[in-house]
């Protein structure tokens, strides 16, 4: 299971920390994502990171702003999220992908519910 947390309310210009914990079969979890769905919009890919960390993506809409970690001893993975737009409100969505890499919703395994995040212009 996947518990996402952190969404909420802020100004354009703001910053938030998502974060997400993870819990059940741990231990065959590879790599990590955070996805995003706008109303009527598909879920797109916000940014991915490896097992160890050591590699990670963003979409080209959030590069340089936001940031993905993990803490494998914790089973946690966060999304700072800096400079934040009003286009980055969404419902965010964590995932753990029992693959060593993906950025595709569907080789994801494990979805946590969604946390919404709303800026204001």
């Known amino acids: 299971q996947l518990q996402a947390s952190g969404g909420g309310l802020v100004q354009a210009g703001g910053s938030l920390r998502l974060s997400c914990a993870a819990s059940?079969?741990?231990?065959?979890?590879?790599?990590m994502g955070w996805f995003r769905q706008a109303p009527g919009k598909e879920r797109e890919f916000v940014a991915a990171?490896?097992?160890?960390?050591?590699?990670?993506n963003y979409a080209g809409s959030v590069k340089g702003r936001f940031a993905i970690s993990r803490d494998n001893a914790k089973n946690t993975v966060s999304l700072q999220m800096n400079s934040l737009k009003p286009e980055d409100t969404a419902d965010y969505y964590c995932?753990?992908?029992?693959?060593?890499?993906?950025?595709?919703?569907?080789?994801?395994?494990?979805w946590g519910q969604g946390t919404l995040v709303t800026v204001s212009s």
């Open positions: 990171i490896s097992w160890s960390g050591s590699y990670a």
């Open positions: 059940g079969r741990t231990f065959s979890i590879h790599a």
């Open positions: 995932a753990a992908s029992l693959k060593p890499w993906a950025e595709v919703p569907g080789l994801y395994d494990y």
